[in-house]
């Protein structure tokens, strides 16, 4: 029965977009069971749709048969979001990938969902513009799933995530009809339901277009490059930047053990061998910058920076950046596997929490490397495993789990940025009533009566709601119960 | 079959230490030439590593849907060269295909083609000779010509007949190895020797002398030993490793006892299969070190001219010239500055970078055959990237980006001229020597 509704389904998308435009062998939809996380799942077929018409159809097709659609970017995401847990079609839009248009003197930019986050600044930089939002993955994931996810970056710090750099959206319903939401300002009339389509990880309907806000380049940018010997003390320099009034663009750290994997990725000069760095951005007019250059350098020597070095032209700027962007994927060099996580808490709980991390770390005898936007308290921690060794996944997943209770103890959240998914979904009810999640469902539903849009998602599923661990619906090799793929 | 091959760790096929690299980020995917043409992660560096692992933990079959996005692949390494946690993508590609070419039987015609290629023609010079002679005779006597509006290459499959399109006018001279011994123009500062590849005397023999010239202008005495054959990178490229690892030892043997300070090679292909032996004949203890030593002593031209002080009585070459980096140079051998400094360093020489000059053009090797749809795509975009420059020149630095480039030119009906790296600077010392001598410098011939 199954296989007969997949093969009607790949039939009627073959007829709809052509043989070029859908996949449905199980050696060529198998590509589409992951993302960046851990969990694997693969759909029925995937179609790669050209107009917002086309997707319309798509979606149209799916209703008809009753199965689930779920939009996916680039796969970028570390929560599972583009995952199609319960099977269905994945509406792939990476050939909606055009800038449709510019307005340099509004400074807005109109582009379909595919395009790639740092195609658009590349393309109105010799206008002096740029998007702010710049998650490091910005140069492979798209708008369509940033906006999904509301991603944020390293300098969210000073100018906010996604979501403040969103005007408006064309939006295919799960019914299939399209709907435009938002307009060219930030506070249109009615309710704000651009604001309560970023950030529901594509669970209120397909984004077919978006309108974002560009900024105006800044006439002066300095990059500090700031190195301790602990963790201890860089966090504490974290909090003395914030406490001096100052906010930088950007405020990041590095523990040694990430900064062993940057250094052997990409030679930009970071010391391999410093327990702790803080990648200090300030951005604004000549004298300003100048001025709280000379003021984090001074909080950083208090707080026994052993050396600052400063990187003011955009070569080794463009240097600095390029390392920490590539920095997470890095670690692939130092363990075959890592869970990476996403949890926040305030910043002054920093101290307090790292060593939480440290500590559960030694515990289950698994090594945890830090690296994070530390200016707004965002943790990613990442620990590393190798799959192979027997049963280390349940120890890798329990103390992922004790990294969430420990930042939700200290006041924090469950996600930063990398959203819910079906990584966390099962948390939810750690910071939610259940009148919360309540009206969220009620919210949803206005928009996906049958629950059939990306399901699976960001609600805990009743299943298995007792269940509090994460737990990777993993692939494994037939015969190799413990090899997960 | 087995289909737990990469698990058993099976000869050539993809080891499972490289793929765990691989941590699924996507970092990769905007880098990708085919990913870019298709939007499909199943044309991928993620989506094929995926798939190789799949196949090997016996999730999926050989089907020929499998053998599509692994033949799809260009193997330009794009991927590689941008990837943070460095996964050897060329080793797996290679190894992947060497796997799937045991597990599967491709078309008759294409089995054919590639028997002859990679089995009889490459690794032998006489042949190559007598095949080019015919050519040429093809191209000259007004056959090609008589051939192509008769309609009779319908009749010949794809591959021949897509070969027969991107065939290169066949100069009169070809470039024969023989043993020979040119010295250095002036004080001998270098001993090194010149490898001569399998396509290039052929099709591109005034770039060989053009290259000698230049090292002789740089100190460097030049010896050209005469039992060399072809680098086999086509071979390995398409998954061959049997004849490929014969041709592999016998170069060993042709140059590593030489007494050379390096072995010099101007076909970035060549240059990067060569640099890699060691990895080709990695389970053979005695020739895996011979081919790690033997890997050292191998550098492109640009590579070795531009590390010294070089010879710096270059004349002018007034020309606008775009420079597109060929795959095995700038992702294979990380070789992106050295050409360039090579190009500055021309006086009257006006470089305008295009869009893009990392993508590769499509050309990769058999690709432009096995792959005429996506291949063209690819060549499409590079040919408007290269129109935008205003450039009349194309510089290169391998002979398939040349005939691929050159074909693109001839497809678009546009003026301009492809030339290798080393040709503009043959030109410009040659201009430099007429100026001293007080002749009148001429611009690139
Ligand atoms: C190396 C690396 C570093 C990263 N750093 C950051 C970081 O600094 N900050 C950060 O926030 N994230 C980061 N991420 C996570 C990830 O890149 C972001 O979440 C990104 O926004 C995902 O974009 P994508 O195009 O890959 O979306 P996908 O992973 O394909 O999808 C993500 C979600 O958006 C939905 N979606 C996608 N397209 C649409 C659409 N058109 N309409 C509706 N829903 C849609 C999907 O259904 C899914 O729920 C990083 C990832 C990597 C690999
Ligand atoms: S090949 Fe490298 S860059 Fe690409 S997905 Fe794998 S780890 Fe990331
Ligand atoms: S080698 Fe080139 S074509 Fe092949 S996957 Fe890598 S980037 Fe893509």
């Keep these: 029965m199954a296989d007969r509704q997949s093969a009607i389904l790949a039939r009627r998308l073959v007829e709809l977009l052509g043989e070029d435009a859908v996949l449905h062998r199980p050696e060529d939809v198998i590509v589409y069971e992951y993302d960046y996380g851990l969990d694997r799942a ?22 008809s048969l009753e199965l689930p659609i779920v939009a996916r970017g680039a796969g970028t995401g570390i929560s599972g979001g583009a995952i199609p847990v319960q099977g269905g079609v994945v509406i792939a839009l990476s050939r909606m990938n055009h800038i449709l248009d510019v307005d340099p003197a509004n400074r807005i930019a109109v582009v379909e969902p595919g395009v790639v986050n740092l195609n658009i600044s590349k393309a109105v930089e010799p206008l002096g513009l740029f998007f702010a939002p710049d998650p490091s993955s910005q140069k492979a994931s798209t708008i369509g799933g940033n906006v999904g996810n509301n991603a944020g970056g390293p300098h969210c710090l000073a100018h906010g995530t996604t979501t403040n750099h969103i005007l408006g959206v064309e939006l295919v319903l799960p019914s299939g009809s399209v709907v435009e939401l938002g307009g060219i300002s930030k506070d249109g009339p009615g309710y704000d339901l651009t604001g309560l389509v970023v950030g529901a990880e594509g669970t209120v309907g397909i984004v077919t277009r978006v309108t974002v806000q560009l900024m105006i380049e800044p006439p002066a940018v300095k990059t500090a490059l700031a190195i301790f010997t602990s963790v201890e003390d860089a966090s504490a320099a974290v909090s003395g930047i914030i406490g001096q009034g100052i906010i930088p663009s950007a405020l990041e750290l590095m523990d040694g053990l990430a900064l062993r994997a940057i250094e052997a990725a990409f030679h930009a000069g970071y010391p391999p061998d410093a327990g702790a760095v803080l990648l200090v951005e300030l951005d604004g007019l000549d004298e300003s910058v100048t001025e709280q250059t000379q003021v984090v350098e001074k909080v950083c020597h208090d707080n026994h920076a ?118 966390k979904n099962q948390f939810m009810p750690k910071i939610f009533s259940e009148a919360d999640l309540e009206v969220m469902a009620r919210v949803r539903a206005a928009f996906d009566p049958t629950g059939l849009c990306n399901p699976g998602k960001v609600f805990p599923t009743p299943t298995s709601c007792h269940d509090t661990a994460i737990r990777p619906r993993a692939a494994v090799a037939p015969g190799h119960p413990e090899l997960w793929i | 079959m087995s289909s737990l091959s990469i698990l058993a760790g099976a000869r050539d096929a993809p080891a499972e230490e490289d793929l765990l690299k691989c941590v699924h980020c996507g970092l990769c995917l905007d880098n990708c030439p085919t990913y870019l043409a298709t939007g499909q992660e199943t044309e991928s560096p993620r989506g094929r590593l995926h798939l190789i692992q799949a196949l090997g933990h016996g999730r999926i079959e050989a089907t020929d849907a499998y053998a599509s996005h692994i033949d799809r692949c260009l193997v330009c390494r794009a991927c590689e060269a941008v990837c943070p946690s460095g996964v050897p993508f060329g080793r797996i590609m290679e190894a992947a295909r060497a796997d799937l070419s045991r597990r599967r039987q491709p078309a008759w015609t294409n089995r054919f083609v590639y028997w002859l290629l990679f089995k009889k023609l490459l690794p032998n010079r006489r042949r190559l000779r007598a095949l080019s002679s015919t050519l040429r005779h093809y191209q000259t006597s007004g056959m090609q010509r008589m051939v192509r509006s008769s309609g009779l290459l319908r009749l010949l499959p794809t591959t021949v007949r897509q070969m027969e399109r991107s065939m290169p006018a066949l100069p009169t001279r070809y470039f024969e190895p023989q043993g020979s011994f040119l010295p250095a123009f002036g004080a001998s500062r270098h001993r090194v020797a010149f490898f001569s590849g399998c396509i290039m005397p052929f099709a591109y023999g005034p770039v060989h002398e053009a290259t000698i010239r230049v090292l002789r202008h740089n100190g460097c005495d030049v010896v050209v030993p005469r039992v060399q054959t072809c680098c086999g990178a086509l071979n390995v490229h398409a998954g061959e490793r049997t004849m490929a690892r014969q041709m592999a030892r016998r170069n060993i043997r042709a140059f590593l006892d030489l007494e ?76 992106s500055a050295e050409p360039r400094t090579l190009l500055h360093a021309i006086p009257g020489l006006e470089l305008v970078e295009m869009a893009h000059p990392e993508n590769c053009c499509g050309s990769a090797g058999i690709y432009s055959f096995a792959q005429p749809k996506l291949s063209n795509q690819l060549l499409n975009t590079k040919m408007d990237d290269i129109e935008a420059t205003g450039a009349d020149v194309i510089v290169t630095a391998n002979p398939g980006c040349m005939l691929q480039l050159q074909a693109g030119l001839e497809r678009k009906g546009a003026s ?7 040709e503009l600077l043959d030109a410009s010392y040659e201009a430099g020597a007429r100026g001293a001598s007080g002749r009148r410098p001429t611009a690139s011939r």
């Design chain 1, 42 to 63: 693969a759909p029925e077929a995937v179609a790669f749709p050209r107009t917002t018409a086309e997707v319309a159809s798509i979606v149209k097709v799916a209703r």
């Design chain 1, 306 to 423: 052993v050396e600052i070095r400063v990187a003011d032209t955009p070569e080794a700027r463009a240097k600095l950046w390029a390392a920490r962007k590539g920095a997470a994927s890095a670690m692939g060099r130092i363990a075959p596997n890592y869970y990476l996580h996403d949890t926040v808490i305030a910043r002054t709980r920093l101290p307090g929490v790292l060593a939480d991390v440290i500590a559960i770390g030694e515990r289950h005898n698994l090594p945890i490397a830090n690296l994070f936007h530390a200016g707004d308290g965002n943790l990613h921690p990442m620990i590393l495993f190798d799959v192979r060794e027997q049963g280390v996944l349940g120890r890798v997943m329990q103390a992922g789990r004790e990294i969430l209770d420990a930042s939700v103890a200290a006041g924090g959240t469950i996600s930063g940025e990398h959203g819910i998914g079906m990584e």
């Design chain 2, 260 to 335: 050379i300070d390096a072995v010099i090679v101007n076909s970035a292909g060549c240059g990067s299969t060569l640099k890699e032996y060691s990895e080709l004949l990695g389970a053979d203890p005695l020739w895996h070190a011979r081919a790690e030593r033997f890997g050292a002593m191998v550098k492109d031209v640009s590579e070795f001219v531009a590390a010294q002080p070089f010879e710096r009585n270059l004349g002018p070459v007034s020309r606008r010239v775009t420079f597109q980096e060929s795959c095995h140079l700038v992702h294979a051998q990380r070789i």
């Design chain 2, 416 to 422: 301009g001229e492809v030339r290798h790296l080393i």
